[in-house]
């Protein structure tokens, strides 16, 4: 019985030590093929740590990578993308110090070839991964433009020549007008008509949100010795056909073009937007030398409104500096735009339409 039971552990052992042998030396021999290929012990030890078993294989069918190291310690490392890292690697032939590039471009399930603008255009703090063909299209008709300037001009739709799209009202106070987007002649929206100290003319209609926080503004303006007042605000799609022809008849065409909408295009058609002056009827025009104007650029964002047309922004929207023009877009919007000094139409492209 004794002899029975030595007989039995002695075979359990053998056992053991063959598994344990053969184990050993599968270990011997995959360590082997990784140092054939190149690596070092320390590198082995970081592919056991950071590659599946599955995706261990495909690095073994690969000669030696030079960025492995780098790629593997990387923060941006995700295991489960390795094999395609790998294909992107070998399909693009990337030398070690742009290996960051790799990990960034296919986290985010980027395939195109590399380059130096792909990789600028990826990095742009307003990119947007689906205009990715468009941003490239664009920079290959106009290589001397600025990559931020691409993103610019392409997030805000301007790569299509004249592409109308019908506004989405849906949007509410953050919807874009402009000389791309417009509006049908039957849109309403929620018009209240302005009390006298906040208009210089009676019978001025804004949309109710707007108009709050209008009034907050004007109060809040007129304690500090600020007499902001309205001289224009809504405008129907009738108004605005008066206004143009009116405009075209006593200007011309080309003054009319950089100032007026036509009917459908005008932001005052939305009734989020008001010409600006002070509690005198001094033409808005000439609201720029007004200490009203130095307090409304820098103070209108808290109350929800933002001066729409900037000396800087012509290019994007269309239409020359309005230093009188403001639009309700709500705090949040508003807040934004004011501090990072963009466009409604960058803001939009981004945020809303992205
Ligand atoms: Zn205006």
Known sequence: MKKKIII???????????LFSIQSINRYLAFKKYKDIGYNRKQIELIYQNISIEDRKILL???????????????????????????????????????EDVLLLVNQGIINPYSDSLIKIVKEPYFIKNRLERYLNYLDSNST?????????VNCNLDIENNLRKTDVSKGPLMLVNSLYFLDKGYTTDLVIM????????????????????KNLVNDAEILGYHIRNNSSYRSYYQQEELYNQYLRDYGINYTKKYVS??????????????????????????????EFLWMKDNSYKYGFILRYTQEGQEIFGYGY??????????????????HNITFEEYYGYFVEK
């Open 145 to 153: 433009k600025k990559i931020s300037k691409v993103i610019q001009l």
């Open 262 to 291: 036509k009917p459908g295009y005008s932001e005052h058609q939305t009734g989020y937007s008001l010409d600006v002056g002070v509690d005198k009827r001094y033409a808005s025009s000439k609201f720029q030398d007004t200490k």
């Open 61 to 99: 069918e690969n000669k030696h990578l030079n960025c492995l190291d780098k790629m593997l310690l990387s923060d941006s490392y995700i295991k489960s993308n390795f094999v395609h890292y790998i294909d992107y690697i070998n399909n693009n032939s990337i030398e070690e110090e742009k290996i």
């Open 322 to 339: 309005e230093p009188w023009h403001y639009r309700y877009v709500g705090v949040e919007a508003a807040t934004y735009i004011y501090e």
């Open 195 to 214: 009390e006298e100290g906040y208009s210089n003319y009676s019978d001025s209609k804004l949309n109710r949100e707007a108009y709050e926080h209008f």
């Open 8 to 18: 039995i552990l002695g075979i359990i052992l053998i056992l053991v030590f063959i």
